[in-house]
């Protein structure tokens, strides 16, 4: 089971909207809807930020929305702020044997 | 308020094993899947596998498969990951979090460094 697909960085200015897409295939991204997404800081544990698409747990700015089609997810960061600095990766339930596969991540950078 | 709270760093030769543990706080139930993650230096998250808090049942990445074992001790609230045959490449920081979205992770440990050198 190979990684999904993300692209590796993905920039923006404060205040724009940015999109990070997530390729997997029938198997996964495109068989279930479950695909979660995660922000991770250098040196600090993975945050759920999105979960079975589209659905934010508390706490969780509105500013963050996800969607998904055919075989590929994508996470939306509007309103872009500084501390959205961060790798952000996602992950879909899976068919295959692994069960759960993560993207290969990317590093947002705010300009 | 649930809380995870993961052993210290290891140092470990090429060939031996590791057990990491992840102590949780604040359940009410055992009826949770405990989820084993990892992230070598510099790369990307990596799926290793989950075990069933009441029932004690696993899934194991087929990566990992006759490699791994995953346990947990109830009366103590903690689960654990051994991995057996370690190389180099099993140089990684381990995370325990704990599905509380439906095939979502939501809570997670600190993360536990785990070297492997000669």
């Known amino acids: 089971q190979s990684a999904l697909t993300q692209p590796a960085s993905v920039s923006g200015s404060p205040g724009q909207s940015i999109t990070i897409s997530c390729t997997g295939t029938?198997?996964?991204?495109?068989?279930?809807?479950?695909v979660s997404w995660y922000q991770q800081y250098p040196g600090k544990a993975p945050k759920l930020m999105i979960f079975?698409?589209?659905n934010r747990p508390s706490g969780v700015s509105n500013r963050f929305s996800g969607s998904k089609s055919g075989n590929t997810a994508s996470l939306t960061i509007s309103g872009l702020q500084a501390e959205d600095e961060a790798d952000y990766y996602c992950?879909?339930?899976?068919?295959?044997?692994?069960?759960?596969?993560f993207g290969t991540g990317t590093k947002v950078t705010v300009l | 308020q649930v809380h995870l709270v993961q052993s210290g760093a290891e140092v470990k030769k090429p060939g031996a094993s590791v057990k990491v543990s992840c102590k949780a706080s604040?359940?009410?139930?055992?009826?949770?899947?405990m989820h084993w993650v990892r992230q070598a230096p510099g790369q990307g998250l990596e799926w290793m596998g989950w075990?069933?808090?009441?029932?004690?049942?696993?899934s194991y990445s087929q990566k990992f498969q006759g490699r791994v074992t995953m346990t947990r001790d109830t009366s103590i609230s903690t689960a654990y990951v051994e991995l057996n045959r370690l190389t180099s490449d099993d140089t990684a920081v381990y995370y325990c979090?704990?599905?509380?979205?439906?095939?979502?992770?939501?809570?997670w440990g600190q993360g536990a460094m785990v070297t492997v050198s000669s």
């Open positions: 992950n879909s339930y899976t068919s295959s044997s692994t069960r759960y596969v």
């Open positions: 604040g359940y009410t139930s055992t009826a949770y899947y």
């Open positions: 979090a704990t599905e509380n979205k439906p095939k979502a992770l939501e809570i």
């Open positions: 075990i069933k808090g009441d029932s004690g049942a696993t």
């Open positions: 029938r198997s996964d991204v495109g068989g279930y809807n479950y």
């Open positions: 079975e698409v589209s």
